[in-house]
C-alpha cells in the first residue's frame, strides 16, 4: 500500500462502534464476527456541529430497533459512525448527476470494508442537502444510502426516510407510481408486473381481515401491483411499518444473515 494512502487512512478519526440503544444481551446474542451483522456506517456531510449529528443517528438506530422484523435481530445489527473534518468531506465525496448523486472514493469505502472485513450500509446523512436515494440491494452487499436532512421537518420524518431508503438498500421495491420511483425496476418481493405474479409472490399472505393484497401502483407505473396500501416502502410519511409481505421478506434475509458463517 503506498504510504500516502497509509498516511491518510490513519490520519482519519476513523470508524467507532457505536452503542446507538442498549442490546438486552450484548455479551452473549451479539456475535463476534461482522460478517454474520446487518453492518451500517454513519457518515456526516456538512454538519456544523457534532452533537446534531450525534442526535440524528441515535434517532435514527432508535427507529430502526422498533419496527418490524429489525427488532428481531438487534443483537445482529452492529451500528458504526465516522467522524470527518469538512476537508476530509470535500476530499472524499463528490457530487454527481447520476444516480444516486453521490460519489464516495474507493479508497474510503475499501477502508471501511477492511475494517470490518464484512460489507457494509453506509449512510451519507446530509445536513445542507435534500437528496433522497438509495442503491437498491441486498442484505449482504454493500449500498450507499443518502438521506437530505433538509427534506425533513421533524426527526421523526427523517426516521421514516431513513427507513424507507435502508429498504431498498436490503431489496425492497418503490410502492409508488410517480416520479422518482420509476427509477426503481418491479421484482420481488413487492412490487409485480401483474394479479398473476403477485399471487404467486404473496397470495399465501392474502386472507381475510388482512393487510395484504392486490394495490394497483408500484415502481413508477400505476398498472403494476404491490402488497398494502399504506407502507414505509410507499409513502414514509404515512406509514409505520413495512406490512406484511415486506416483513416476511426482511425477516427471512436477516435470518440468513445472522447464519452466515
Same mark, same amino acid.
Given at each position: 500500500?503506498?504510504?500516502?494512502?497509509?498516511?491518510?487512512?490513519?490520519?482519519?478519526?476513523?470508524?467507532?462502534?457505536?452503542?446507538?440503544?442498549?442490546?438486552?444481551?450484548?455479551?452473549?446474542?451479539?456475535?463476534?464476527?461482522?460478517?454474520?451483522?446487518?453492518?451500517?456506517?454513519?457518515?456526516?456531510?456538512?454538519?456544523?456541529?457534532?452533537?446534531?449529528?450525534?442526535?440524528?443517528?441515535?434517532?435514527?438506530?432508535?427507529?430502526?430497533?422498533?419496527?418490524?422484523?429489525?427488532?428481531?435481530? %438487534?443483537?445482529?445489527?452492529?451500528?458504526?459512525?465516522?467522524?470527518?473534518?469538512?476537508?476530509?468531506?470535500?476530499?472524499?465525496?463528490?457530487?454527481? %448527476?447520476?444516480?444516486?448523486?453521490?460519489?464516495?472514493?474507493?479508497?474510503?469505502?475499501?477502508?471501511?470494508?477492511?475494517?470490518?472485513?464484512?460489507?457494509?450500509?453506509?449512510?451519507?446523512?446530509?445536513?445542507?442537502?435534500?437528496?433522497?436515494?438509495?442503491?437498491?440491494?441486498?442484505?449482504?452487499?454493500?449500498?450507499?444510502?443518502?438521506?437530505?436532512?433538509?427534506?425533513?421537518?421533524?426527526?421523526?420524518?427523517?426516521?421514516? #426516510?431513513?427507513?424507507?431508503?435502508?429498504?431498498?438498500?436490503?431489496?425492497?421495491?418503490?410502492?409508488?407510481?410517480?416520479?422518482?420511483?420509476?427509477?426503481?425496476?418491479? #421484482?420481488?418481493?413487492?412490487?409485480?408486473?401483474?394479479?398473476?405474479?403477485?399471487?404467486?409472490?404473496?397470495?399465501?399472505?392474502?386472507?381475510?381481515?388482512?393487510?395484504? #393484497?392486490?394495490?394497483?401502483?408500484?415502481? #413508477?407505473?400505476?398498472?403494476?401491483?404491490?402488497?398494502?396500501?399504506?407502507?414505509?416502502?410507499?409513502?414514509?410519511?404515512?406509514?409505520?411499518?413495512?406490512?406484511?409481505?415486506?416483513?416476511?421478506?426482511?425477516?427471512?434475509?436477516?435470518?440468513?444473515?445472522?447464519?452466515?458463517?
Amino acid at each position: 500500500m503506498p504510504k500516502a494512502l497509509i498516511l491518510f487512512l490513519c490520519g482519519l478519526i476513523f470508524l467507532f462502534h457505536c452503542s446507538a440503544y442498549e442490546l438486552k444481551s450484548s455479551s452473549q446474542g451479539r456475535p463476534a464476527s461482522t460478517k454474520t451483522n446487518l453492518n451500517i456506517v454513519f457518515c456526516p456531510l456538512h454538519y456544523p456541529d457534532q452533537r446534531l449529528f450525534l442526535n440524528d443517528t441515535a434517532t435514527l438506530t432508535k427507529r430502526l430497533s422498533r419496527v418490524k422484523p429489525f427488532d428481531e435481530f %438487534t443483537a445482529y445489527i452492529r451500528f458504526y459512525r465516522v467522524a470527518l473534518s469538512a476537508k476530509e468531506e470535500a476530499a472524499l465525496f463528490r457530487a454527481t %448527476t447520476q444516480y444516486p448523486y453521490l460519489e464516495a472514493r474507493r479508497d474510503f469505502l475499501d477502508g471501511l470494508r477492511a475494517r470490518l472485513k464484512s460489507d457494509y450500509k453506509l449512510v451519507i446523512l446530509d445536513a445542507s442537502g435534500g437528496i433522497l436515494a438509495a442503491e437498491l440491494s441486498a442484505p449482504e452487499k454493500f449500498s450507499l444510502i443518502i438521506l437530505g436532512r433538509n427534506k425533513y421537518k421533524t426527526p421523526a420524518g427523517l426516521a421514516n #426516510g431513513f427507513m424507507h431508503e435502508l429498504g431498498h438498500a436490503l431489496g425492497l421495491r418503490d410502492e409508488w407510481f410517480s416520479g422518482e420511483a420509476a427509477f426503481c425496476p418491479p #421484482g420481488p418481493p413487492n412490487c409485480a408486473i401483474d394479479r398473476a405474479q403477485a399471487k404467486q409472490w404473496w397470495g399465501d399472505l392474502v386472507v381475510p381481515g388482512g393487510r395484504a #393484497g392486490y394495490i394497483c401502483g408500484c415502481c #413508477g407505473n400505476k398498472n403494476y401491483i404491490r402488497p398494502t396500501v399504506a407502507s414505509l416502502m410507499n409513502k414514509p410519511e404515512r406509514a409505520e411499518d413495512f406490512g406484511p409481505v415486506n416483513e416476511r421478506y426482511l425477516r427471512n434475509a436477516l435470518a440468513a444473515l445472522a447464519k452466515t458463517p
